[in-house]
């Protein structure tokens, strides 16, 4: 009670212990007060910094997080490339399908030109018999090692090339290298002589003479023709796809076509020399008495020209009736 009273009493003795701590209060706000623009300023030319030491993230990273499992799986099953080939395409192509499936394709020429040197021993020996049985293909195409050779992505390449060597009727030569050179130059003499190229100057009936021996002969070799499942590429670019998807160098080496009735004019140039031989062989005989002469039958002559046309027509004729199966067949 005592103290109680003594406390009311004197309500000043505590008075000088909370001064000094409403000054420190009082200073500690005049100094921010005065800090505050400093402080601001500071942070200001610190901010350009701080960004420049934390970049943005990179886009390629964040469209590689965007890119579905879905789309990879879709990509690699059309053409069978790697899963992280394909998710790389698909970044590059910003999620598009088919910028990514030309970036692939793209990567693997590069791919097949690196490789186009390599040894090629083992391959495959690949049949095809159109429908009906008019028409065979046999073809060899040659792979690096016996693994690829036997795997179901090879034997798919085979027996494609196979059916495109059936649809293309007019194709004798794997590559141009194949094509002698008698008969480029024989060729190139025939158009020489053309009337339309008559009163040119050389260089230039040079010129035109080189660009139609090479479309002739482009329509013959096997490499240069237009995919029958993607006309956008050639068989050539075909095979160098699988050259990236399996990873060796792929080569067509030969192949052979058998057409039903294409055995009949060779026959019948052996049978007309049959004939001739006999009758060098057989003794001579007494002459006949002369018999009168009959009226010969009226022969038709059919110009080469004709000839030429006709031949044209009809394998433009096959082509179609074999492209319009072929297409069947594949869907």
């Not at 910028?99 to 030109?113: I, T, Y």
């Not at 095809?128 to 073809?139: D, I, N």
């Not at 004939?275 to 038709?300: G, R, S």
Request: some cysteine; charged content about 30%; hydrophobic content about 45%.
């Amino acid at each position: 009670t005592d103290s109680m009273v003594a406390r009311a009493a004197s309500p000043t003795t505590r008075a000088p212990a909370r001064r000094p701590a409403a000054m420190k209060q009082s200073t500690l706000a005049v100094v921010l007060v005065l800090a505050a623009p400093v402080v601001t300023r500071a942070f200001r030319l610190a901010a350009p910094t701080a960004q420049t030491a934390t970049p943005a993230r990179p886009r390629s990273s964040a469209l590689r997080a965007t890119i579905a499992a879905a789309d990879v799986k879709a990509l690699r099953d059309e053409s069978g490339a790697g899963m992280m080939d394909c998710k790389k395409a698909l970044v590059e192509a910003e999620g598009d399908k088919e910028k990514a499936a030309e970036w692939l394709r793209v990567k693997g020429l590069a791919s097949a030109a690196k490789k186009g040197e390599r040894a090629t021993k083992e391959g495959l020996v690949e049949t095809y018999v159109h429908t009906g049985g008019r028409l065979g293909v046999m073809v060899e195409v040659n792979c690096e090692t016996d693994f690829v050779s036997k795997g179901p992505k090879f034997k798919e390449l085979t027996k494609m090339v196979a059916m495109q060597i059936a649809a293309c009727p007019g194709v004798e030569f794997v590559t141009f290298d194949e094509i002698p050179e008698t008969a480029i130059d024989a060729e190139r003499k025939m158009e020489m002589q053309a009337e339309d190229l008559a009163g040119k100057p050389d260089a230039i009936k040079t010129k035109i003479v080189e660009g139609r021996v090479q479309k002739l002969f482009k329509e013959k070799v096997l490499l240069e023709q237009p995919y029958i499942k993607d006309p956008k590429m050639n068989v050539d670019e075909f095979v160098k796809s699988y050259v990236a998807t399996l990873g060796e160098n792929i080569q067509i080496a030969r192949f052979t076509k058998f057409e039903l009735g294409g055995s009949v004019k060779q026959d019948d140039d052996e049978g007309g020399e049959a004939p001739a031989a006999a009758a060098e062989a057989a003794p001579e005989q007494a002459p006949t008495p002369p018999v009168a002469e009959e009226e010969e039958a009226p022969v038709v002559v059919v110009e080469d020209a004709s000839l030429a046309t006709l031949k044209a027509e009809l394998k433009a004729e096959l082509k179609t009736e074999l492209m319009a199966e072929l297409k069947k067949e594949l869907a």
